[in-house]
């Protein structure tokens, strides 16, 4: 089977775009640069609330297929959008390897932060990539379109 990957497409004049994805399932997340800090902290206090990285992961994928959870079950599109995009923050930030990092990247507000989750057995595994500027990205990118290593995407239809 096919492993389904996911792009942002278009640069964002506002902040740090997240793309959070697990199988065909896809979240962006644009990061504002006044609210960075905000974000930040945000996703440090979800992150010191869950038990472990493994959870952590585990909790995203659960978000990203919409399952019926509580305390979701009742939230607007937009909330759930939000809340999936600072508990992948949270991740990026605290159990990451690069999280000084992936801090600066949403601080600065012109990057762009992939976390694609893939599964084997029980296990999840993040497979991140962190971009200072849309241009870096764009280098990344050049040799996948040119190989012709996507599909067409499915994003969640939070907002």
């Known amino acids: 089977m096919e492993q389904a990957r996911h792009f942002p ?4 004049t506002l902040g740090t775009i997240l793309l959070t994805s697990y199988d065909h399932f896809a979240h962006e997340n644009i990061i504002a640069r006044p609210r960075a800090e905000e974000a930040l902290q945000h996703g440090s206090k979800i992150a010191a609330s869950v038990e472990d990285a493994a959870r952590h992961l585990h909790t995203l ?3 990203l297929s919409d399952a019926p959870e509580e305390p979701l079950l009742r939230a607007s599109a937009a909330q759930k ?5 600072l508990v992948a923050l949270g991740y990026l930030i605290t159990h990451a390897p690069f999280a000084a990092t992936a801090r600066e990247i949403v601080r600065k507000g012109e990057g762009v932060i992939l976390l694609n989750i893939t599964a084997d057995g029980e296990d999840f595994i993040p497979h991140t990539a962190l971009f200072e500027t849309w241009d870096d990205y764009q280098v990344y990118l050049q040799p996948i379109l040119a190989a012709g290593d996507f599909a067409a995407e499915h994003h969640t239809i939070f907002s």
């Open 9 to 12: 497409r278009n640069p964002s």
């Open 61 to 63: 994928t659960l978000l």
């Open 81 to 85: 959008g939000s809340v999936l995009g």
